[in-house]
T-cell receptor, first 114, second 116 residues
Framework: GDSVTQMEGPVTLSEEAFLTINCTYTATGYPSLFWYVQYPGEGLQLLLKATKADDKGSNKGFEATYRKETTSFHLEKGSVQVSDSAVYFCALSDRAGSNYKLTFGKGTLLTVNP | GAGVSQSPSNKVTEKGKDVELRCDPISGHTALYWYRQSLGQGLEFLIYFQGNSAPDKSGLPSDRFSAERTGGSVSTLTIQRTQQEDSAVYLC??????????????FGPGTRLTVT
């Protein structure tokens, strides 16, 4: 079946540091890939997505590139801020009939210190 | 516009009691999903609705769990004879039925269920 593996952390960085959160996946079909973020006390929200190989998703300074050859979708940001402190989830959506359910990684807690 | 809403936000119940969790999806979204977020298992898919039908119930952990959706809108997840291992945050998400895996799911704030 489908699965997503991401570095579990926690990750602690200083403000303006470079961030990478690794994510690899296993899927039988041609999935779309997502990063969702959960800020403290808030619900899950989409950060970015990519729907085919070599696509780059980007939002709020975060980027991730869909790499089919390495089955990866690593999240990067060049300069993190305190406000980026949150839990980040990598996910894939693959078709099963009309069901496009999401399969999630375990989540990575990021803490950014001033 | 209004997002996905869920109620109650918190529910504490005694072991053995039944509970109902409600989800109001975004208007016009025909697809609705329930997920469960727990410390040990992470985020897990429970059930998928397309309109009022549930073509995929494969994630429901036992026959104590059931769900329905009426009018193509509100959904209720029912857990009968609750057990302590049912303690988790139950998340609802909705999406348009665009027929592609890139369709974005929008999540509600969740219901935190605690079984004592």
């Amino acid at each position: 079946g489908d699965s997503v593996t991401q570095m579990e952390g926690p990750v602690t960085l200083s403000e303006e540091a470079f961030l990478t959160i690794n994510c690899t996946y296993t899927a039988t079909g041609y999935p779309s890939l997502f990063w969702y973020v959960q800020y403290p006390g808030e619900g899950l929200q989409l950060l970015l997505k990519a729907t085919k190989a070599d696509d780059k998703g980007s939002n709020k300074g975060f980027e991730a590139t869909y790499r089919k050859e390495t089955t990866s979708f690593h999240l990067e940001k060049g300069s993190v801020q305190v406000s980026d402190s949150a839990v980040y989830f990598c996910a894939l959506s693959d078709r099963a009939g009309s069901n496009y359910k999401l399969t999630f990684g375990k989540g990575t807690l990021l803490t950014v210190n001033p | 516009g209004a997002g996905v809403s869920q109620s109650p936000s918190n529910k504490v119940t005694e072991k053995g009691k039944d509970v109902e969790l409600r989800c109001d999806p975004i208007s016009g979204h025909t697809a609705l999903y329930w997920y469960r977020q727990s410390l040990g298992q992470g985020l897990e898919f429970l059930i998928y609705f397309q309109g009022n039908s549930a073509p995929d119930k494969s994630g429901l952990p036992s026959d104590r769990f059931s769900a329905e959706r009426t009018g193509g809108s509100v959904s209720t997840l029912t857990i009968q004879r609750t057990q302590q291992e049912d303690s988790a945050v139950y998340l609802c998400a909705s999406s348009l039925n665009s027929g592609t895996s890139g369709t974005v799911q929008y999540f509600g704030p969740g219901t935190r269920l605690t079984v004592t």
